[in-house]
């Protein structure tokens, strides 16, 4: 059976894994599913496998090991394995958790989870986290304490929200109390639905901060108000119980965003272009933060990233992470390559500049 590719998430979950796996010299598009290999993938390496020399003030794993560390820990052979994680609903995510085990959520009816310690080769039980519920987009590690937070939201946005706090690793989970989320300068709450994945900040004056990507909603979905939605960030310097929202996303007619910290503290943004109807341009949207996710600068259309199938202006969500290389800003970025008006050809694209270029793409699934 196919997967279902509504959403790519959980390919940049797979990328983490194996990605850097691929000869990056080599940019053939070769499907990894068709090589073959011994070589096994570890979800594990992406929080416990450094250098041992990064000592003082580097972020550190619960096993005391660097967070980041050399690129030698992703290279070897590629690998591809599919599970079925979950049967029905839709809208996944993934993530490490600090104790270096794997946590998947899913769901638009009720958000569940399940939990992997052997680096995604096996999963546990399913985990009720919130019923009824809708899954708001990415989790968020907090890797100063090791709490899991995911946003629940009542139904489709815009709508009330619930944060939902784990201090296990996402064994159990409890409703946080008194959260509290700032609108942005314009007046406007923040929508979580089906942006990326959160993250802490590692690096500079921001260190510790939580944030990740959101969205404005106008007029509950209303077609006629898609050019005035656009994407943005919410960032917390308490460990997530206030939250300050960004400027918008320097364009309007955005949504469904991923965001990263680059080596030097600054954060690179990937927007989906989501509700243009005449985009001038159906490829992916960047812009880079200097002041830990507060503003935008540098706007720009990336020409080589797609943005869905290539004939469609409504966009497709894509995956966005940094592969944690000290030192090194090796992104990979995932979405579909096709000019078909279907989601086909899940496919990986690297860039080693933190976002200037991106040389290197491989086909993963057709």
């Known amino acids: 059976m196919r997967p279902h590719?509504?959403?790519?998430i959980l390919l940049v979950s797979v990328v983490a894994q194996i990605v850097a796996n691929m000869s990056f010299a080599d940019d053939a598009a070769a499907p990894l599913s068709n090589r073959e290999s011994s070589a096994q993938p570890n979800a594990e390496r992406l929080l416990t496998r450094g250098s041992g020399e990064a000592e003082g003030e580097k972020t550190r794993t619960n096993n005391s090991f660097p967070a980041e560390g050399k690129l030698d820990a992703f290279l070897g052979e590629p690998r591809l394995d599919i599970q079925t994680l979950?049967?029905?609903?839709?809208f996944p995510n993934i993530v490490v958790a600090r104790d270096g085990s794997v946590l998947a959520?899913?769901?638009?009816q009720q958000v569940r989870a399940r939990r992997s310690e052997d680096g995604g080769k096996s999963w546990g039980e399913v985990i009720t986290v919130a019923t009824p519920g809708f899954q708001g987009g990415g989790l968020t590690v907090d890797e100063t304490t090791g709490d899991i937070l995911t946003f629940v939201e009542a139904h489709h946005p815009p709508a009330p929200m619930t944060v939902y706090r784990s201090r296990d690793h996402g064994a159990t989970w409890r409703a946080d109390e008194g959260t509290v989320i700032h609108p942005d300068s314009h007046g406007n709450l923040p929508s979580m639905h089906m942006n990326e994945k959160g993250i802490t900040l590692r690096n500079g004056k921001y260190k510790g901060r939580l944030i990740r990507p959101t969205r404005f909603y106008a007029g509950k979905n209303d077609r006629s108000k898609w050019p005035d939605h656009y994407t943005n960030a919410m960032f917390s310097d308490d460990g997530g119980k206030t939250w300050q929202t960004s400027e918008p996303f320097p364009e309007n007619g955005t949504g469904e965003a991923a965001l990263v910290e680059l080596s030097d503290g600054r954060i690179y943004y990937n927007s989906r272009v989501h509700w243009d109807a005449r985009p001038?341009?159906?490829?992916?949207r960047s812009a880079i933060s200097e002041d830990g996710g507060m503003t935008w600068k540098d706007f720009a259309i990336v020409d080589i990233l797609p943005d869905g199938h290539q004939h469609r202006s409504y966009g497709c969500m894509g995956g966005?992470?940094?592969l944690p290389v000290q030192?090194?800003?090796?992104l990979i970025f995932s979405n579909i390559d096709t000019s078909n008006p279907v989601r086909e050809r899940a496919t990986v694209w690297?860039?080693?500049?933190?976002g200037k270029t991106w040389p290197v793409k491989r086909l993963v699934f057709e």
Do not use: H
Request: with cysteine.
């Open 86 to 90: 979950f049967k029905d609903e839709r």
């Open 105 to 108: 959520t899913w769901g638009n």
């Open 327 to 330: 030192d090194r800003d090796i």
């Open 350 to 354: 690297a860039s080693f500049d933190g």
């Open 5 to 8: 590719l509504a959403c790519l």
């Open 320 to 322: 966005l992470t940094r």
């Open 280 to 284: 001038r341009n159906t490829r992916r």
